[in-house]
């Protein structure tokens, strides 16, 4: 009853599944807002954390209330991890780049920068930050969701009901249901030899959101009655 868009060729389809390569949960940052943008509603419970121009409900670790008597993760700095000296300004860092915001710097007192340096380490973290780093922590947390660019475009079938004695139809069998937004090719016409008598008009139709609206009535051509005007030719 649907219909798939085949990307390449921009034609629609039917399919019986998902014609593609499949599509992995990845795990996306969520960044908190502002401070300044955020509320803290007390409830029965506990509190609630909502942006405060449109009372959406935010999550609970956005807010700073949240966090009782407990300092609240800071807002980490831009930096290059491995160009940092000092434990105290990696912990403060998060690598700089497309993944700055869930990439902390991590800080290791085991492992010495270089021969020349041997204060410490700071990495990014990554596989190379084994236990002996420890992580700044960041006010981002992982959300699992599909990548929903990578979902195929689907429609509702139309349902072609032009299919009948007398009748000649093009391009119908495969139309999505909401024709006028995507190209149908649908066209209708008497079959040889016979004329519309009535129904619905000839030539191309578009889908209603259901079928194609009412077909032509089609029937052959009939002579009109003498009516005592003598032979006709």
């Not at 204060?119 to 084994?130: A, D, I, L, V």
């Not at 990548?147 to 689907?154: H, I, L």
Request: glycine content about 10%; charged content about 25%.
């Amino acid at each position: 009853n649907y219909l798939q868009l085949d990307e390449k060729d921009q034609t629609w389809k039917p399919t019986l599944g998902f014609a593609g390569d499949p599509i992995r949960c990845e795990a996306v940052p969520y960044n908190c807002p502002t401070q300044d943008s955020l509320k803290w509603e007390e409830t029965a419970q506990s509190g609630q954390c909502k942006e405060s121009s449109t009372d959406e409900i935010m999550p609970d670790h956005c807010c700073k209330e949240a966090w009782g008597g407990r300092q609240p993760p800071a807002v980490l700095n831009p930096a290059v991890c491995t160009d940092i000296t000092q434990d105290r300004v990696c912990f403060e860092s998060k690598q700089a780049g497309p993944k700055s915001e869930v990439t902390p710097c991590c800080w290791s007192w085991h492992e010495h920068r270089s021969k020349e340096f041997a204060g410490g380490s700071c990495k990014p973290r990554g596989p190379e930050t084994g236990n002996d780093y420890k992580c700044a922590v960041t006010n981002t947390v992982m959300l699992a969701q599909f990548d929903e660019s990578r979902f195929p475009t689907c429609e509702k079938k139309c349902t072609d009901n032009l299919r009948r004695n007398g009748l000649e139809v093009e391009g119908c069998k495969d139309c999505p249901a909401n024709s006028k937004k995507y190209e149908c090719l649908c066209k209708v016409q008497c079959s040889s030899n016979l004329i519309r008598w009535g129904g619905g008009p000839l030539g191309s139709r578009w889908c209603n959101g259901n079928d194609f609206g009412m077909p032509p009535l089609c029937g052959p051509l009939q002579r009109l009655p003498n009516y005592g005007r003598g032979p006709q030719s």
